[in-house]
């Protein structure tokens, strides 16, 4: 069984290779390093590898999966939600020059791992509608779902108030 710390640095070690896959060759020699037994860096690495959105988007989350994968699986898009997924989503489409807002683009609905990819002609607002709300129906842990219903509603009111202020009724 994995301790909270282990758990804590798969999370940590999954954002590098979530961002960037060439870095999975990074973590795997780190954890060389760190002399963590080879059947358990497979499985840390396997479930940095597997538990990536655009991977469910794929349905290639097959199987059983260890109350790790879920635990991880389920921290990671936790940070992706609530106020501070708010306060990330708006600074990733910044630092990326993404429009903020247009009501003439519509989200992508029911996207491919391969659509889902290709950012080009998306604002930070449709990722709400591609991602961040759909999130909170992937929780694979009861503690995942409670926290993440609550950080959801707080999305859904964000949005709300974000249309009427954009619309000028606020």
């Known amino acids: 069984m994995y301790t909270v710390i282990l758990l804590k640095l798969i999370v940590m070690l999954s954002l590098c290779v979530c961002r960037d896959p060439s870095k999975g060759e990074i973590v795997e020699k780190f954890l060389e390093e760190e002399c963590v037994d080879e059947s358990e860096r ?28 879920r635990v991880v699986q389920d921290a990671d898009r936790l940070d992706a939600i609530g106020a501070i997924g708010i306060a990330r989503c708006f600074t990733f489409g910044g630092s990326r020059n993404r429009v903020l807002h247009d009501p003439n683009v519509q989200p992508r609905l029911d996207l491919s791992k391969e659509q889902y990819m290709k950012k080009d002609e998306q604002t930070t607002l449709n990722h709400f509608y591609e991602k961040l709300l759909k999130l909170k129906d992937l929780m694979k842990t009861k503690a995942g779902q409670r926290r993440a219903d609550k950080r959801h509603k707080f999305m859904e009111e964000f949005l709300k108030e974000f249309y009427e202020e954009w619309d000028g009724r606020a």
Do not use: A, D, V, Y
């Open 42 to 69: 497979m499985r840390i690495l396997n479930i940095i590898k597997r538990m990536g959105f655009k991977e469910e988007l794929t349905q290639k989350i097959n199987g059983e999966l260890s109350l790790e994968f």
